[in-house]
């Protein structure tokens, strides 16, 4: 016995979708009619099983698609694979045995189907208590009780039709639940009965229907390629093989095709979709953007299918302590209130890098501070379920902590010019909410190279603010300005706004912000979305939080010119210079002093190497300044701890020679024959 399995291509499939009968189809029935055992598999395959000559066969296939389209070259466009007896018994064994898996499942669902009671399955006021309870998803809960209205209109009337052919298009940020709030609508479609149509049983005992007929939950992403119908075979699958009549849930990410939703490859993805939503409830998912955006694409969709709008905004601070508090008693244990100063200063170094996951990321830091109280019970030989402000301390880096803002500005080196202005700034300020005048706009511009102590003096600006009485909160929320920028058209204003109401009350300082302009002729670059928000909001509330934009002078010089206002909203400008050569040497060995021994040679060393440096490498734009200190000083303790532990010495002392090892690795050396490099 022989097999051939027929294989079109996608393209060319859908080439010919308006036909009566698609091509793997006809094929079908033509090899049927032949006295051919033939079927086909899916629109773009099928197969034919006989006993005879496998060429005679091929040959007979082609000369069935060239009298039915005899203007396309059939060879690109159809692969035949010719199965021997042994491949085809493989191929049954296999169908065989996952034929039997599905009726050993059957029989384990039928068992335990049998066992579950009313009482012990949950029901409708269950389900529901438990959606209410859900942080944040408000439009998710006034959809969840419109289902509880109208689902026993649908079951009386048997118009089950009317339930599946609503699509939904979820707008949803990257770690913020989806995967919760899909099941939390897949248990309660289940506990309403409308897993299946009346006529086929969904009027029985809800509970029982529950457990029976919950629906399973698909999660699919449509990947980024526009050319071919590739991107889509996945979820096409799951609708093939989804159950008449019975129905799941299938949640598609579409972010990709956002802007292309008009594709003529999605366009028959969505007539696919269309036809199989008897059997699954459809929900298309984008990240958060501006509502013009989702009503776009709602539109799009609407040509074929009906779709509702559930929109999830990003968490406020208010709603992640919720879930955080929520989190923690689970585990039996309770937060006092001047702990959560720290957890949310721990949340704001999360975001400050531009990649916080949402929910993921609140529950990394919940479950590391868990972790840190239970291992300081245990050193304790027990403790308490209390998390304090000790203990949530420790999530956070607390270095000068037990000083004041304005010590810590005393104690920078080389910045008396820096310290003088910011005393001048503050001073203003002060006077003006003396007077009860309106308080001045006090963002503020940071100009100067790398590693010249911008964000250090930012972040202490901060401390000042809040100990002065002018900021409420003293956070300090560090982000690059292309952070700024969504990935899709709309995500951008949403983003930005996110992002700076989460530093009301604080520090948002923002590095390398000149990015975010690149001139006028580049009218499809999101930075002029942000840069527009962020003016928005600097004026809004401008006396509830401060943005510190950082940057080359000449860099940060042309975004102010290009964009008047904001120039008049950051009146003050500070100049950060070039560290001198005695100063990074200082810079060095304050490091080095707060966190090691050392040998006394060690100081002449440092000086030596720092006034040795060429003055046009000191002075030059790209140099790293204090920068390229913190970098030679974590080279040498990587150094002397690797010394240390070859000779098994417990305490890590540096040594001039652990500095020198350092410096002559290519990123530090110097010389007069290689004056041009720059240290980095």
Known sequence: MTRIVIEFDCDWILSHKDDAVL??????????????????????????????????????????????????????????????????????????????????????????????????????????????????????????????????????????????????????????????????????????GLTRPASQGAERNVSAAFSRLRPKVYEETLPAVKDSFEPFEDVMRILRNGVKNCVNVLCIDISEWMNDTENRYFKEFLRAVENAMDKFVIIFRIPFVEKDVIESIRFSLFDLINVRIVTFPPMTKEEIRRYAQDRIATYGFSVKEGAWEYFHRRISEEKSDGKFYGLNTVQKVVRELLYRKHLDNARRNGGDKIIGKKDAKTLVACGGEELSGTQMLDQLIGSESIKE????????????????????????????????????????IGKILKERGVLRVGNFYEYAGRDFCGRYIGETAPKTASICRDAYGSVLFIDEAYSLFRGDHDSRDYGREALDTLIAEMENHRSDFVVIMAGYSDDMETLMEGNLGLKSRMPYAIEFPNFTHAQLGDIYLSMLKKKFKYDKSVENAVRNYFNGIPEEVVSSKEFANARFVRNLFERTWAKAAMRCQLAKVKEVRITKDDFERSTVDKEFAFSEKKKSRLGF
């Not at 050993?104 to 438990?130: C, I, N």
């Not at 998803?137 to 649908?154: F, M, N, S, T, V």
């Not at 309106?438 to 202490?460: E, Q, S, Y």
């Open 23 to 192: 091509p793997a189809d006809f094929l079908a029935a033509t090899l049927k009619a032949e006295g051919l055992d033939a079927a086909s598999d899916s629109f773009t395959a099928c197969n034919v099983t006989f006993d005879g000559d496998a060429e005679k066969v091929q040959k007979r296939i082609y000369e069935i698609l060239a009298n039915r389209y005899p203007n396309e070259d059939l060879r690109k466009v159809v692969l035949l694979t010719v199965m021997t007896c042994e491949e085809i018994a493989s191929d049954e064994e296999l169908a065989a045995a996952a034929a039997e898996a599905q009726e050993e499942d059957d029989e384990e669902g039928d068992a335990l189907f049998s066992e579950f009671s009313e009482k012990e399955l949950p029901d409708k006021e269950t389900v529901m208590r438990q959606i209410d309870a859900l942080i944040g998803a408000d439009e998710l809960k006034l959809l969840a009780r419109e289902l509880c209205e109208i689902a026993p209109e649908i079951i009386k009337n048997g118009c089950f039709d009317l339930f599946t052919y609503q699509s939904y298009l979820f707008a949803i940020n990257d770690g913020f639940g989806l995967s919760t709030y899909l099941n939390a609508l897949s248990d309660l479609i289940a506990a309403l």
């Open 421 to 460: 202005r910011i005393e001048e700034i503050i001073a203003q300020i002060e006077l003006a909410l003396k007077s009860k005048e309106d308080r001045p706009c006090i963002h503020m511009r940071f100009l100067g190279n790398p590693g010249t102590g911008k964000t250090t003096v930012a972040r202490i």
